[in-house]
T-cell receptor, first 115, second 115 residues
Framework: DSGVTQTPKHLITATGQRVTLRCSPR?????VYWYQQSLDQGLQFLIQ???????AKGNILERFSAQQFPDLHSELNLSSLELGDSALYFC??????????????FGEGSRLTVL | QQQVKQSPQSLIVQKGGIPIINCAYE??????FPWYQQFPGKGPALLIA???DVSEKKEGRFTISFNKSAKQFSLHIMDSQPGDSATYFC??????????????WGAGTKLIIKP
C-alpha cells in the first residue's frame, strides 16, 4: 500500500460527459502528479501540483483540468469526454516540490471507460 | 533530447532465466535513474534506482548496470520467477529549473516469466 488513495476505482460514462477523479496523497506529501495510461501504453504525464500551486504541465488536453486543495487532496476533471479518453488515470505523490531522487508513490488508479 | 528509449517492448523468459531490459538517453543532465515495476491493476512502484556516478547497483535479485559513456542503463533480474511478471519502466530525473525536477519515462517493457 503506497498510501496514495484514488477514487473511484472504476468509472463508466458516455461520450460528452464530465467526470471528476479524486486523489489523496500520502500523509505529509505536498506534491501531487497526474498520469494517464492507455491500454498497453506507457505513462503520460499530465500535470503536477505542489502545495496548491501548479508546478509542471505535460500533455494535458484543454478539456482536462486539475486542482489541489488546501488539505492537499487533488481532483482531475475530464470534460467533453471522447472514446479515446478511456484509460487508467494515476495519481502519484512525493515528499517535496520535486522528487530529486525520482521517487513517486502511485495510487492504484482510476479506470475510466467512455462508451 | 529529453527522451528515454526503452527496449524491448515485451519479453518472455523461462523461469530461472535472466531477463535484461535496456534504456538509453541523450541528455547528460539526467542525474538519477529509477526503475519502476507495475503489476496488472496496480500503480507503478519504485523498484531500484541508480545515480550516474555508480556503475552497478544490486538489490536482491535486481541489478542495474549503468554505462555513463554509452548513455545506457539496464535492468537484470537474476533467477527470474513467475511473480516477477510485470511491466517495467525505466526513468530519468532532470532538473528543469530552480529546485524543480521532471521525471522522463521510458515506454515500458512487459515481462512474462514462464513457469
Amino acid at each position: 500500500d503506497s498510501g496514495v488513495t484514488q477514487t473511484p476505482k472504476h468509472l463508466i460514462t458516455a461520450t460528452g460527459q464530465r467526470v471528476t477523479l479524486r486523489c489523496s496523497p500520502r500523509s505529509g506529501d505536498l506534491s501531487v502528479y497526474w498520469y494517464q495510461q492507455s491500454l498497453d501504453q506507457g505513462l503520460q504525464f499530465l500535470i503536477q501540483y505542489y502545495n496548491g500551486e501548479e508546478r509542471a504541465k505535460g500533455n494535458i488536453l484543454e478539456r482536462f483540468s486539475a486542482q489541489q486543495f488546501p488539505d492537499l487532496h487533488s481532483e482531475l476533471n475530464l470534460s467533453s469526454l471522447e472514446l479515446g479518453d478511456s484509460a487508467l488515470y494515476f495519481c502519484a505523490s512525493s515528499v517535496g516540490q520535486a522528487p530529486n531522487t525520482g521517487e513517486l508513490f502511485f495510487g492504484e488508479g482510476s479506470r475510466l471507460t467512455v462508451l | 533530447q529529453q527522451q528515454v528509449k526503452q527496449s524491448p517492448q515485451s519479453l518472455i523468459v523461462q523461469k530461472g532465466g535472466i531477463p535484461i531490459i535496456n534504456c538509453a538517453y541523450e541528455n547528460t543532465a539526467f542525474d538519477y535513474f529509477p526503475w519502476y515495476q507495475q503489476f496488472p491493476g496496480k500503480g507503478p512502484a519504485l523498484l531500484i534506482a541508480i545515480r550516474p556516478d555508480v556503475s552497478e547497483k544490486k538489490e536482491g535479485r535486481f541489478t542495474i548496470s549503468f554505462n555513463k559513456s554509452a548513455k545506457q542503463f539496464s535492468l537484470h533480474i537474476m533467477d527470474s520467477q513467475p511473480g516477477d511478471s510485470a511491466t517495467y519502466f525505466c526513468a530519468a530525473n532532470l532538473m528543469v529549473g530552480g529546485s524543480n525536477y521532471q521525471l522522463i519515462w521510458g515506454a515500458g517493457t512487459k515481462l512474462i516469466i514462464k513457469p
